[in-house]
């Protein structure tokens, strides 16, 4: 196991541990100890940082299941490396955040950090894995655990609303990309995404293409919480804050953001690609933003304004897409500024949110309430959270000096020379994006204004507050402070990242173009331009909106701070439960027989479809050799057997006659020289009657079959479908065998069954040797099976079942 495999998996075994160590460190706060995991992690990984300079980059293999192309295998490069530093190095910060936000004494820390870590772990599998496979596992575990984290005062009944909605979009988009994936696989025969890029021009022409692309982008964008899937992200702030500060600052939703990047090479270039991710973002971008102008809570601001930034991410890569239609290389680099834009701003973003979730975590933490019209007049009692929220308040209205402004004005730089892009239909709707786009930003300086002057400015009103208000101690301010810090300082010093952070992510998403040639040079004063004049445009018209804002903040759209699709999901949600107790209660009836009958309908209707789609359906009475005498007798004895059973009145002879067509088919399976499956047929109906005369005692008397003619004539034509079916199958597999002249797999097992498992008996040998993990999940089930009939029996019948 290489060191890159131990990185990934330590967070999952200081998972194990933690709730061993927990009992014997009750006097230490556990966050001292699980923060171990994440800072020696952010070591690590900046000392890789000499890896993959330059476009350079590393694969560590580890086989897995390799029959199925599922392989462990770890890959670091720019892309990857970033999200891997954002996700430790923030990590780290957040636990230390957390040892002074939740009580020792009061809070489950175990729980906790075991959840955090494992979401940790997730992240990290998420970013370095090279197989689809693993990253959909890693992908899944972090639906899980955030669900987890989201739930964890899982008194509070918004927390389990949050935590189920938040489970029930991701994982349906994880299912989605794991269909895509599927799809991709089909076409190319390997999971690793560095050979899918290498085959993108045969995945272009693929009729998969567009299906594995809105499937994986499904994925994407459900995790990512962009339009119309954004609604779970705001019912996820239920979680402690500094869960919200990690989810929405560096890790799950931007898990979408690293997929989008990460798969550009693979889809990019298609005009699909481009106008979905573009569109989709746009919506996303202006409705966050808006949406966040009408919330009274101050993590309801936060949450919109986070869907809001998201959005823009998308905006970028999709226009960065762009960088893969040009007719020539300097053609693309010029449209992979929008990339650089991108990864910019995705570093930005975590700094500045990071700060502000932390510093709204401060807020409830030491006044009780993040409620907006209660808050006010702040400043002074709460100077150095005030100064944060400045700074990162600031960053995300693009505002200078700091490092929102400079990745906005790139922003809209790559706005401006849209319609220059080679994309088909850019230059019509150039402008329109261009237009909203700037919309969007005006809202952002309007929802960073009200938070700001209605958080820390204006009468301080003591009634409003349940506890004495006061700053937070030192070591809550910490975490904040340095990320605070880091925008002003990314601000100042724009290029202080650019070469071990910034340039080899780029060259990750963009492998086609030469590393050396995409070189970033960020500057906070690019002179009086465009971009400039863009931006005082935003400055002031957000600030005439803020200063009308008390006549028409009472507009009833002002007031409906709930999303409305909400009610979407509240509805389809209600519909669901709905819908299922309804066929619960038509399918759970408690009589036997129509269990029996929903399955062979299931089965009749599957079966024929199947041979009607294949166009199966063969009556073959091709004659192969003259049958012996006896033979006939033992059909003929089958035959009245089974017509017997429709006449009997008591148990026993019915037991007894069901135990002779049993029989009887093993005698045939004899006469074929089939003697291994003889015996194993012999050994099932002698264990079946003797079970059966054994349970006699606790069977309920036979009772004659009650019911309408409807009920009964339905019966009778399903047992003759299902007789009508498996004899079609017969006669329909020897035809086949006939015409198609194949070898039947059975020679395989006679020809292997004593060289490669030293069994003589075949069927024996198929059951533990060839199939041997299929026969352990039976016998898995036959074990279910029996402690249910066991509960069954000690629960005795209750009247009206016709077992």
């Avoid at 430790?88 to 636990?95: D, E, Y």
């Avoid at 029930?168 to 599927?182: D, E, H, Q, S």
């Avoid at 009200?450 to 937070?472: D, Q, Y």
Wanted: with cysteine; hydrophobic share 55%; aromatic share 12%.
């Amino acid at each position: 196991m290489s060191s890159l495999h131990l990185a990934i998996l330590l967070p999952f075994i200081a998972a194990i541990v933690i709730p061993f160590i927990y009992p014997l460190t009750k006097r230490l706060h556990t966050g001292w100890i699980t923060m171990l995991i994440p800072t020696a992690l952010f070591m690590y990984f900046v000392f890789r940082l000499e890896d993959t300079a330059n476009g350079g980059y590393i694969v560590e293999e580890m086989a897995w299941v390799p029959s199925l192309d599922i392989n462990f295998d770890a890959y670091l490069d720019g892309l990857g490396l970033l999200f891997a530093l954002l996700i430790t190095g923030i990590g780290a910060l957040v636990v230390l955040y957390s040892i002074f936000y939740l009580d020792k004494t009061k809070e489950q820390l175990a729980n906790f950090y075991v959840y955090l870590l494992m979401f940790m772990g997730a992240m990290l599998g998420i970013v370095l894995s090279d197989n689809l496979i693993v990253l959909y596992i890693f992908w899944e575990i972090t639906s899980l655990s955030s669900a987890l984290l989201i739930s964890y005062w899982f008194t509070n009944k918004g927390s389990i609303f949050g935590a189920r909605k938040s489970m029930l979009v991701t994982v349906f988009g994880g299912f989605a990309m794991m269909a895509g994936f599927i799809l991709l696989y089909m076409e190319t025969g390997t999971f690793s995404i560095q050979a899918l890029i290498d085959q993108r021009d045969l995945i272009m022409a693929s009729p998969y293409f567009i299906p594995a692309m809105i499937l994986v982008l499904l994925g994407a964008f459900t995790k990512s919480a962009q339009f119309p899937f954004h609604f779970w992200l705001p019912d996820a702030m239920e979680a402690p804050t500094p869960v919200s500060a990690y989810l929405h600052s560096a890790t799950m939703v931007k898990a979408g953001i690293y997929l989008v990047a990460r798969m550009t090479p693979v889809f990019a270039g298609a005009s699909e690609w481009f106008w979905i991710i573009v569109v989709t973002g746009l919506i996303t971008l202006v409705w966050g933003s808006v949406s966040a102008v009408r919330q009274k809570d101050l993590k309801g601001i936060l949450a919109f304004s986070t869907i809001s930034q998201l959005g823009l991410l998308m905006v970028l890569l999709g226009l960065g897409s762009a960088a893969f239609t040009g007719e020539t290389i300097d053609e693309n680099l010029v449209y992979s500024a929008a990339i650089m834009t991108a990864v910019i701003h995705l570093f930005n973003h975590a700094t500045f949110k990071g700060s502000l979730f932390m510093a709204v975590g401060i807020i409830d933490h030491e006044t009780g309430t993040r409620n907006l019209q209660k808050l006010g007049g702040l400043m002074a009692i709460m100077p150095v959270t005030f100064t944060i929220s400045l700074v990162g308040l600031a960053s995300m209205a693009g505002i200078p000096p700091f490092n929102g402004f400079i990745s906005k004005e790139m922003f809209f730089t790559e706005l401006l020379q849209i319609s220059s892009m080679n994309v088909s239909g850019v230059e019509t709707w150039g402008v329109v994006i261009l237009a909203v786009a700037w919309i969007a930003s005006v809202f952002t300086f309007l929802y960073c204004a009200i938070l700001f002057f209605k958080t820390f400015f204006g009468p301080f009103e003591k009634k409003n507050f349940s506890k004495e208000v006061h700053e937070a101690p030192l070591g809550m301010l910490i975490s904040p402070i340095i990320l605070g810090g880091l925008v002003i300082v990314l601000g100042l010093f724009p290029n202080l990242l650019v070469p071990t952070v910034i340039e080899p992510a780029v060259a990750s998403i963009l492998p086609h173009l030469p590393a050396e040639e995409l070189t970033i040079n960020l500057s906070l004063w690019h002179g009086l331009n465009t971009e400039l004049l863009m931006s005082l445009g935003v400055i002031g018209f957000g600030t005439t909106l803020y200063m009308t804002y008390p006549k028409w903040k009472n507009l009833a759209i002002m007031q409906q701070d709930r999303d409305p699709f909400n009610s979407v999901y509240d509805k389809g949600l209600d519909g669901l439960s709905t819908s299922s107790e309804w066929i619960t209660n038509v399918q759970m009836t408690g009589r036997l027989k129509d269990y029996f009958t929903y399955m062979l309908l299931f089965i009749v209707s599957l079966l024929t479809y199947s041979f009607i789609r294949s166009d199966s359906f063969t009556l073959s009475f091709t004659q192969t050799e003259e049958a012996p005498l006896f033979l006939y007798g033992i059909v003929f004895l089958t035959i009245l057997s089974t017509i017997a059973l429709l006449f009997m009145k008591e148990r026993i002879p019915l037991i007894i006659t069901i135990g002779v067509v049993g029989f009887l088919m093993a005698l045939l399976f004899a006469v074929f020289s089939a003697q291994d499956l003889a015996m194993t047929q012999l050994l099932i109906e002698t264990v079946t009657v003797v079970l059966l005369l054994l349970a006699f005692r606790h069977l309920p008397e036979m009772v004659q079959e009650t019911g309408s003619r409807l009920r009964k004539s339905l019966h009778i034509a399903l047992s003759a479908s299902v007789g009508l079916l498996v004899f079609l199958i017969g006669t329909a597999s020897f035809a086949l065998r006939n015409d198609a002249n194949f070898t039947p797999i059975s020679e395989y097992f006679i020809e292997n069954s004593y060289s490669l498992a030293g069994g003589e008996n075949m069927v024996n040998v198929i059951l533990v040797d060839f199939r041997g993990l299929d026969t352990i999940l039976e016998v898995l089930v036959l074990a279910i099976v029996a402690l249910a009939i066991l509960m069954m029996v000690k629960l005795r019948f209750k009247g009206g079942e016709d077992v």
